[in-house]
């Protein structure tokens, strides 16, 4: 078999979430009774005219801004007609030659050591959703509800790019990412929130032409894209092994299955006979305003990564969890700002206990009483040698519960790590004495069991033992034995 390479290139639509739709006052709401957020607008009435809600450039723009793009100040809006039942004017307002946003790029991380690869960005532009089918089972035929008519979307389109699925994959996480971070989609797979039609060709590796490619619809979750562009290299490797050639078309993706179909060829290619919109004004954004979306961007989720890991040598595990919450990586840069341990003994408090515990009680961290202040003073009464790693995580519990001075914490319940050669002598003595056996054991090869008389001193001490000086003790005591 010759040695393919394979060629993917993605449009993501992404429902905006704004209070109304684009062109109407209706409200932009998922889950509404059916055909209650409807009006002569958005139902495409005769004699009704659309106007264009600023809030739906404003974050287009603001994504255009995240992913790198120029930004056409001016541009206008067009038809795409086609006929479906579930879109009632028989044309959905689209862009078709000239986009709010264009020539872009997002740079994302393809593996665990931080490798680059930029994913160009052709274009963004703004459009109206259509209505939905739905199929009753108890009724030949289809219902429609309209509700869905005139949500704003964005739709992003990559340039062919992407050379595996799992680059298409962290293009999407990056691509969702910034578009919860900058709160113009609420990303919702379930809802829909968020589809993508999936563009794929394969070539023998060290080709510079590309292949006819095949698109794949609406397909609205990324584990299904991922499965939807393996099935389609798969497909199309074995048509060209076999000496055939791929054709450009259109194929239905079937998640459950696991297939995909022909929906249609080239040859009867839609034709949309797109035209400039002739009820609404051309677009026409102030310079000031687009500077203005510019400087209003957070920092961004994949900048914010990169950061962790080269600021703080955070390893990219921890990293992106931090970056996956907001809150944890604002109490992080708080600890951060304190200072005086290493950020990688914070995350690991952070990550860990805080983390399981927020989770037990099904907490956000706001939610517990505990502050940077706080952990960075425990942190350092472990660090010192006051108390243990194992007693920091009873000190811990309790931060989590009250805002309390750790040192006090340790005062009242009597944390305080125990140092004291002759207390930790007899505690050894005492877990040796009985555990006879073991030490013969240990003595005779079976290195295994150090860390139960480790553990049995440990408790012994009731976790107050300095780990160091237990484990010191512990092996001059075998050795004379
Ligand atoms: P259409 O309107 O027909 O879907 P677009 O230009 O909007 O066309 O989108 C084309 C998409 O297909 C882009 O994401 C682009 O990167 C991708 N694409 C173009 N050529 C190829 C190819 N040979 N192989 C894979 N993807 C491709
Ligand atoms: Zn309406
Ligand atoms: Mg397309």
Redesign the pocket.
């Known amino acids: 078999m010759k040695d393919y390479e394979i ?5 993501v639509h992404a429902e905006l979430s704004t209070n109304t739709k684009i062109y109407c006052s209706c409200k932009n709401s998922f889950g509404s009774e059916v055909n209650s957020n409807c009006c002569p607008i958005c139902l495409g009435m005769p004699g009704t005219l659309p106007t264009l809600n600023e809030k739906v450039v404003d974050y287009a723009i603001k994504m255009g801004h995240a992913l790198n793009c120029t930004i056409n100040r001016v541009c206008k809006q067009d038809r795409k007609n086609y006929f479906y039942p579930d879109l009632p004017k028989a044309y959905q307002i689209s862009q078709s030659d000239i986009p709010l946003c264009e020539h872009g790029y997002l740079d994302v991380m393809l593996d665990r050591q931080g490798t680059m690869k930029r994913i160009g960005v ?1 274009r963004i532009h703004i459009e109206e959703d259509a209505g939905k089918l739905v199929h009753d089972d108890s009724f030949a035929g289809s219902l429609v509800d309209f509700n869905r008519c005139g949500v704003p979307l964005i739709e992003i ?4 790019d992407m050379r595996s699925s799992a680059e298409a994959k962290a293009y999407l996480d990056g691509i969702k990412a910034i578009l919860q971070c900058l709160d113009v989609s609420d990303c919702k797979m379930q809802e829909g929130s968020i589809r993508c ?1 999936i ?3 394969v070539r023998e590796k060290g080709s510079e032409t ?4 095949v ?1 794949m619809k609406n397909v609205n979750t990324f584990s299904g894209a991922v499965r939807a562009i393996e099935y389609e290299t798969k497909r199309q490797i074995e048509v060209m092994e076999a000496g055939g050639t791929i054709s450009q078309e259109t194929r239905r993706w079937d998640d459950v299955k696991g297939v995909n179909s022909l929906l249609r060829s080239k040859e009867n290619a839609e034709d949309y006979r797109y035209f400039p919109e002739p009820d609404l004004l051309t677009i026409v954004v102030p310079e000031e305003k687009v500077e203005a979306l510019k400087q209003s961007l957070p920092e961004l989720p994949h900048h914010r990564l990169l950061r962790y890991m080269n600021d703080y040598r955070l390893p990219h595990f921890d990293a992106n969890l931090l970056v996956e919450n907001l809150e944890k990586a604002a109490f992080f840069e708080d600890c951060i700002a304190i200072g005086g341990s290493q950020p990688k003994s914070i995350t690991n408090w952070l990550l860990g206990d805080v983390s399981r515990i927020l989770n037990e009680k099904n907490w956000v961290l706001s939610q517990s009483e505990l502050t940077p202040e706080n952990l960075m003073e425990m942190i350092a009464l472990i660090e010192s040698g006051k108390i243990s790693n194992t007693t920091g995580k009873t000190v811990i519990k309790v931060l989590m519960e009250e805002n309390k001075k750790p040192s006090v914490i340790v005062e009242e319940k009597g944390l305080v790590q125990v140092s004291d050669s002759s207390v930790l002598e007899a505690i050894v003595d005492e877990v040796l004495a009985n555990n006879l056996k073991l030490v013969a054991d240990y003595k005779g090869g079976k290195t295994n069991v150090w860390g139960f008389l480790v553990g049995q001193c440990m408790r012994a001490s009731k976790g107050k033992g300095n780990p160091a000086l237990l484990r010191e003790l512990l092996e001059k005591a075998i050795a004379k034995l």
């Open positions: 060629v993917v290139g993605l449009e052709t389109v990559s340039e062919p039609d563009n794929v060709s590309f292949n006819n490619r698109e």
